[in-house]
Nanobody
Framework: QVKLVESGGGSVQAGQSHRLSCEAS????????MGWWRQVSGKERERVAI???????KVEDSVKDRFTISRDNAKNTLILQMESLKPEDTAMYYC????????????????????WGQGTQVTVSS
């Protein structure tokens, strides 16, 4: 069965860097589109970055100059490198996997057809 486990969350100061990891198991990781999403309590989950099975990436404008998504297929691991963190980056961060055919930008596709981790909290203080 598909299992996604995020790690690396914590409390950091604004301006610092931080790295999140997502360890995947139970499926052929290299064949899947992977993504990082985040959610603040009371708000809709929002897309942070997506990386396709062919390593193409899509990073949201709000973080594109600061966040980098990457994948290590040999280790079945998804990475989110975050630089110059801001208080508004505070959120629960989720790793998700979906088959390439559903690798779109709409949350509904990921919700209906994807698999999700439990999330890891990132808190950025000013």
């Amino acid at each position: 069965q598909v299992k996604l486990v995020e790690s690396g969350g914590g409390s950091v100061q604004a301006g610092q860097s931080h790295r999140l990891s997502c360890e995947a198991s139970g499926f052929t990781f290299s064949d899947y589109c992977m993504g990082w999403w985040r959610q603040v309590s009371g708000k809709e989950r929002e897309r942070v970055a997506i990386i396709g099975s062919g390593f193409s990436t899509k990073v949201e404008d709000s973080v594109k100059d600061r966040f980098t998504i990457s994948r290590d297929n040999a280790k079945n691991t998804l990475i989110l490198q975050m630089e110059s963190l801001k208080p508004e980056d505070t959120a629960m961060y989720y790793c998700a996997a979906v088959k390439p055919i559903y690798c779109g930008e709409r949350l509904q596709l990921w919700t209906d057809y994807g698999s999700w981790g439990q999330g890891t909290q990132v808190t950025v203080s000013s």
